[in-house]
Nanobody, 116 residues
Framework: VQLQASGGGLVQPGGSLRLSCAAS????????LAWCRQTPGKQRELVAV???????DYAAFVKGRFTISRDNARDTVYLQMNNLEPDDTAVYYC???????????WGKGTLVTVSS
């Protein structure tokens, strides 16, 4: 199983980025998919999650700014990030897990830097 995240980079405050995470080696449609982020010295935190029925949920700090979506035909999950703030600077990781099963998978992460 592999999760390959991409799309990070440097963006000014108020700007947008779209992260992608392409999966392989799994039955993609069965997985709940999530984006998490981590900054140095802090615990990894959940940003957004989308279940197998494409129902999303978001952390309070990104509601109204970020949108998670999935394309089961492409085995890819996306995170559209708008109105980015400096506090959004972090390494963003994608995560996959079939509900009720112990195995979980993480991508390697992609760095998002929000700075002027």
């Amino acid at each position: 199983v592999q999760l390959q995240a991409s799309g990070g980079g440097l963006v000014q405050p108020g700007g947008s980025l779209r992260l992608s995470c392409a999966a392989s080696g799994m039955v993609f449609s069965l997985n709940d998919l999530a984006w998490c982020r981590q900054t140095p010295g802090k615990q990894r935190e959940l940003v957004a999650v989308i279940n197998g029925r494409a129902m999303p949920d978001y952390a309070a700090f990104v509601k109204g700014r970020f949108t998670i979506s999935r394309d089961n035909a492409r085995d890819t999950v996306y995170l559209q990030m708008n109105n980015l703030e400096p506090d959004d600077t972090a390494v963003y990781y994608c995560h996959a897990q079939v509900p009720g099963l112990p195995m979980e998978y993480w991508g390697k992460g992609t760095l998002v830097t929000v700075s002027s």
